[in-house]
């Protein structure tokens, strides 16, 4: 089988860079080709006042700075970036080919992106044209080159931000370029036609192909198409924009050896990228996140979405490149942020090891599609709770320098694969509720809740320094995956997996023997067949007396999802009492010195906790309140020296309308007070502590 690496090596020749600078980035995409001149001093001026040290620059530029081919023009540019040095801020320098110019759309009509259905992406919003398109790669090295020569040795540039989320709106393209691309990177993959036919399993429903000249893209046809075709098509789409990035990262390289480039990920939100290998490629992993401000659990996604960067970043630092201070304009409902929110959540990212908080962006639009998006500055200017709020933040983070370079150590991860969702997701599966976001999403809010910190980790990563991995939503394990996880179990791990589990391989070619086929000896059953049940009902669960759990514990319900199990050395810890499928529907097998415990049904986040605590003895990270318990809402997260200094940092952060007290014992750095066990810490309702104390040991 010839699989695509999963995660290549990174380049040795280069050093381990870090995020910029000793200060804990503050700041936003800067925006001034949309302002008069005039405003840029102010700009500046406020900047200073906002604490701000770091600004974005150029992402949206390139028809200013190169008004027609080939002829650039920096005079506004090197004036605003002339104000940004004498002011103090440091400039993330952007590669603006995000946004092609009007006069490469007209001069270049074929490299426009050509979608499943055959229409075309015409210019007049943004986003990338056909990747593989030579008139594209040619003229985004072009503007690349010239703006990266013209500021070569400026200390002031401190960072470089190559394009703009990569994916957003997607690179997918199936013009005629990009199937003859498709055919070379299908050729590389498999050598020959016969093997690709093999692979695909084109033998069904008569989809041989003779000549690759007959292999197309996954275009929009009859009905469900070649699913291991839409497969490796994700696969090359996400290889094809990651050549995009590495073209335009080795440009700037010649002109800035050591200056740390990276590109803005969207890292739970992404379905485009497999980040796990553009990660590899980045010298500094930075990500943009929007609150999904309606949800109640908002503050649960946003710690989702720090962990996987914090994840994505190797547990090195990253940069929160953008998020809003308040409202966004895109959602169906803008929700504005309420007083002190924007404060929480940008310490939330910090908890989770962030060293930079920026947003999107510096000044409210007054023009242009995002005119309703907030900003630093609003439209109604300084003597706004919006500008107060960005100015006291901006003091607060000044404060926090000391935990730059400090890490999270989480003993539990959870798997997350790519390609894993990529083929969850097609056409025509058991159940179109069974996606892999809401699967990742319950496991990750019992977590959550519980005050469990977590990594994310790619399947055939070290799982060595967790004692417990959960795999929520690992439809595709590869060969490779699951020795990992075999081995993992073997020395002792503690091991879950949540259902429609390990059931293909790489190739989306279901494991000999059904689920979870290479992992049927590690997890001591075969499952016979899914039965998903109907939406709106519900399933009863009652405990066995191997659950570990009160036999008076009370009953769980399930949804969606169930599974005929065949028990090969695991027992039952929960039975299914009631709807299509009773019988043993959660299960513990001892395997090595380990326990694998698998979840054949989907249970809300109230019901993993009751089924999945007694069986996994997972560590907690928040502490009790005086109160008793570990309320919900309250967040704790701590960020550890890597000196040898037993310092650390931990964030508490209280989500909820109530004041929790605490006992806490250090120096809370957000207000200088020294916290004594003796007296009790009150934590006030919306309210955020930044203790800064001395452990023992490694944790
Ligand atoms: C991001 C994008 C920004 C801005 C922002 C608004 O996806 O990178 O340029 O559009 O959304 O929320």
Same mark, same amino acid.
């Given at each position: 089988?010839?699989?695509?690496?999963?995660?290549?090596?990174?380049?040795?020749?280069?050093?381990?860079?870090?995020?910029?600078?000793?200060?804990?980035?503050?700041?936003?995409?800067?925006?001034?080709?949309?302002?008069?001149?005039?405003?840029?001093?102010?700009?500046?001026?406020?900047?200073?006042?906002?604490?701000?040290?770091?600004?974005?620059?150029?992402?949206?530029?390139?028809?200013?700075?190169?008004?027609?081919?080939?002829?650039?023009?920096?005079?506004?540019?090197?004036?605003?970036?002339?104000?940004?040095?004498?002011?103090?801020?440091?400039?993330?320098?952007?590669?603006?080919?995000?946004?092609?110019?009007?006069?490469?759309?007209?001069?270049?009509?074929?490299?426009?992106?050509?979608?499943?259905?055959?229409?075309?992406?015409?210019?007049?919003?943004?986003?990338?044209?056909?990747?593989?398109?030579?008139?594209?790669?040619?003229?985004?090295?072009?503007?690349?080159?010239?703006?990266?020569?013209?500021?070569?040795?400026?200390?002031?540039?401190?960072?470089?931000?190559?394009?703009?989320?990569?994916?957003?709106?997607?690179?997918?393209?199936?013009?005629?370029?990009?199937?003859?691309?498709?055919?070379?990177?299908?050729?590389?993959?498999?050598?020959?036609?016969?093997?690709?036919?093999?692979?695909?399993?084109?033998?069904?429903?008569?989809?041989?192909?003779?000549?690759?000249?007959?292999?197309?893209?996954?275009?929009?046809?009859?009905?469900?198409?070649?699913?291991?075709?839409?497969?490796?098509?994700?696969?090359?789409?996400?290889?094809?924009?990651?050549?995009?990035?590495?073209?335009?990262?080795?440009?700037?390289?010649?002109?800035?050896?050591?200056?740390?480039?990276?590109?803005?990920?969207?890292?739970?939100?992404?379905?485009?990228?497999?980040?796990?290998?553009?990660?590899?490629?980045?010298?500094?992993?930075?990500?943009?996140?929007?609150?999904?401000?309606?949800?109640?659990?908002?503050?649960?996604?946003?710690?989702?979405?720090?962990?996987?960067?914090?994840?994505?970043?190797?547990?090195?630092?990253?940069?929160?490149?953008?998020?809003?201070?308040?409202?966004?304009?895109?959602?169906?409902?803008?929700?504005?942020?309420?007083?002190?929110?924007?404060?929480?959540? =940008?310490?939330?990212?910090?908890?989770?090891?962030?060293?930079?908080?920026?947003?999107?962006?510096?000044?409210?639009?007054?023009?242009?599609?995002?005119?309703?998006?907030?900003?630093?500055?609003?439209?109604?200017?300084?003597?706004?709770?919006?500008?107060?709020?960005?100015?006291?933040?901006?003091?607060?983070?000044?404060?926090?320098?000391?935990?730059?370079?400090?890490?999270?150590? =989480?003993?539990?991860?959870?798997?997350?694969?790519?390609?894993?969702?990529?083929?969850?997701?097609?056409?025509?599966?058991?159940?179109?509720?069974?996606?892999?976001?809401?699967?990742?999403?319950?496991?990750?809010?019992?977590?959550?809740?519980?005050?469990?910190?977590?990594?994310?980790?790619?399947?055939?990563?070290?799982?060595?320094?967790?004692?417990?991995?959960?795999?929520?939503?690992?439809?595709?394990?590869?060969?490779?995956?699951?020795?990992?996880?075999?081995?993992?179990?073997?020395?002792?791990?503690?091991?879950?997996?949540?259902?429609?589990? =390990?059931?293909?391989?790489?190739?989306?070619?279901?494991?000999?023997?059904?689920?979870?086929?290479?992992?049927?000896?590690?997890?001591?059953?075969?499952?016979?067949?899914?039965?998903?049940?109907?939406?709106?009902?519900?399933?009863?669960?009652?405990?066995?007396?191997?659950?570990?759990?009160?036999?008076?514990?009370?009953?769980?319900?399930?949804?969606?999802?169930?599974?005929?199990?065949?028990?090969?050395?695991?027992?039952?810890?929960?039975?299914?009492?009631?709807?299509?499928?009773?019988?043993?529907?959660?299960?513990?097998?001892?395997?090595?010195?380990?326990?694998?415990?698998?979840?054949?049904?989907?249970?809300?986040?109230?019901?993993?906790?009751?089924?999945?605590?007694?069986?996994?003895?997972?560590?907690?990270?928040?502490?009790?309140?005086?109160?008793?318990?570990?309320?919900?809402?309250?967040?704790?997260?701590?960020?550890?020296?890597?000196?040898?200094?037993?310092?650390?940092?931990?964030?508490?952060?209280?989500?909820?309308?109530?004041?929790?007290?605490?006992?806490?014992?250090?120096?809370?750095?957000?207000?200088?007070?020294?916290?004594?066990?003796?007296?009790?810490?009150?934590?006030?309702?919306?309210?955020?502590?930044?203790?800064?104390?001395?452990?023992?040991?490694?944790?």
């Amino acid at each position: 089988m010839t699989a695509t690496p999963a995660l290549p090596a990174s380049d040795p020749s280069r050093p381990t860079a870090t995020v910029p600078g000793s200060k804990v980035l503050y700041g936003a995409d800067y925006n001034p080709e949309q302002w008069d001149p005039s405003i840029w001093r102010e700009d500046v001026a406020l900047m200073r006042q906002a604490g701000v040290n770091t600004v974005s620059l150029g992402i949206w530029s390139w028809a200013l700075l190169e008004p027609a081919p080939g002829q650039f023009c920096f005079d506004w540019f090197d004036e605003v970036l002339g104000l940004l040095v004498e002011a103090g801020i440091d400039v993330d320098l952007a590669t603006p080919t995000a946004a092609p110019p009007s006069w490469f759309y007209r001069a270049h009509p074929e490299a426009r992106l050509v979608e499943a259905d055959g229409t075309y992406r015409n210019g007049g919003s943004r986003g990338i044209c056909c990747p593989h398109s030579p008139a594209y790669a040619a003229a985004a090295a072009r503007i690349t080159d010239a703006v990266a020569a013209h500021v070569a040795g400026n200390p002031h540039v401190t960072m470089w931000h190559v394009h703009n989320e990569y994916g957003a709106p997607g690179g997918d393209c199936h013009c005629e370029t990009s199937q003859a691309a498709f055919r070379d990177w299908l050729k590389h993959r498999y050598g020959c036609l016969d093997e690709l036919n093999r692979a695909w399993g084109t033998a069904f429903w008569g989809q041989l192909y003779g000549d690759w000249s007959e292999v197309t893209t996954p275009r929009h046809s009859g009905t469900a198409l070649n699913p291991t075709c839409e497969l490796d098509f994700a696969r090359f789409t996400s290889d094809s924009l990651l050549a995009r990035f590495t073209a335009e990262r080795d440009i700037i390289r010649k002109h800035f050896p050591r200056t740390p480039v990276t590109t803005n990920l969207m890292a739970t939100n992404c379905p485009a990228n497999d980040y796990w290998r553009w990660a590899q490629d980045m010298d500094v992993v930075s990500t943009d996140y929007y609150l999904e401000a309606d949800s109640p659990e908002s503050q649960i996604w946003l710690a989702m979405e720090s962990d996987l960067t914090r994840s994505l970043a190797g547990n090195r630092p990253w940069i929160l490149m953008e998020h809003a201070v308040s409202a966004v304009s895109w959602q169906p409902h803008n929700r504005a942020k309420m007083p002190g929110e924007e404060r929480r959540n =940008a310490l939330a990212h910090i908890a989770r090891g962030a060293d930079g908080v920026l947003a999107f962006q510096w000044r409210q639009s007054r023009r242009g599609a995002e005119k309703f998006h907030s900003a630093m500055v609003p439209h109604a200017g300084t003597d706004t709770r919006v500008f107060r709020e960005v100015c006291a933040l901006g003091g607060e983070l000044t404060g926090l320098d000391e935990l730059r370079g400090t890490e999270v150590r =989480a003993r539990v991860a959870l798997l997350w694969d790519w390609n894993s969702f990529w083929a969850q997701d097609l056409a025509w599966r058991p159940s179109v509720l069974m996606r892999h976001r809401e699967q990742m999403r319950r496991v990750y809010e019992w977590l959550w809740d519980r005050g469990t910190t977590v990594d994310f980790v790619h399947p055939e990563a070290d799982l060595g320094r967790y004692d417990v991995v959960l795999a929520p939503a690992s439809y595709l394990i590869s060969d490779a995956a699951a020795a990992n996880v075999a081995a993992f179990v073997h020395r002792g791990g503690r091991f879950a997996a949540l259902p429609f589990f =390990a059931v293909v391989d790489d190739e989306e070619c279901v494991h000999e023997g059904g689920a979870p086929g290479p992992l049927r000896d590690v997890l001591g059953l075969t499952v016979e067949e899914v039965r998903p049940i109907p939406e709106g009902c519900e399933v009863t669960l009652a405990p066995t007396p191997a659950a570990g759990v009160p036999q008076d514990a009370g009953a769980v319900t399930a949804t969606v999802w169930s599974e005929h199990l065949r028990l090969a050395g695991a027992r039952g810890v929960w039975n299914a009492v009631d709807g299509p499928t009773p019988g043993p529907a959660i299960t513990v097998h001892d395997y090595g010195r380990g326990t694998a415990v698998y979840v054949s049904v989907v249970l809300q986040p109230r019901a993993l906790a009751t089924v999945l605590d007694p069986l996994l003895d997972l560590p907690i990270d928040k502490p009790a309140t005086l109160d008793g318990g570990r309320p919900r809402n309250l967040e704790a997260v701590t960020r550890h020296a890597t000196d040898g200094s037993g310092r650390a940092y931990t964030v508490l952060l209280n989500h909820d309308a109530v004041a929790h007290r605490l006992a806490l014992v250090g120096n809370d750095l957000l207000t200088g007070r020294e916290l004594h066990a003796t007296e009790p810490t009150t934590l006030a309702p919306g309210d955020v502590a930044v203790v800064c104390h001395e452990t023992t040991g490694d944790h």
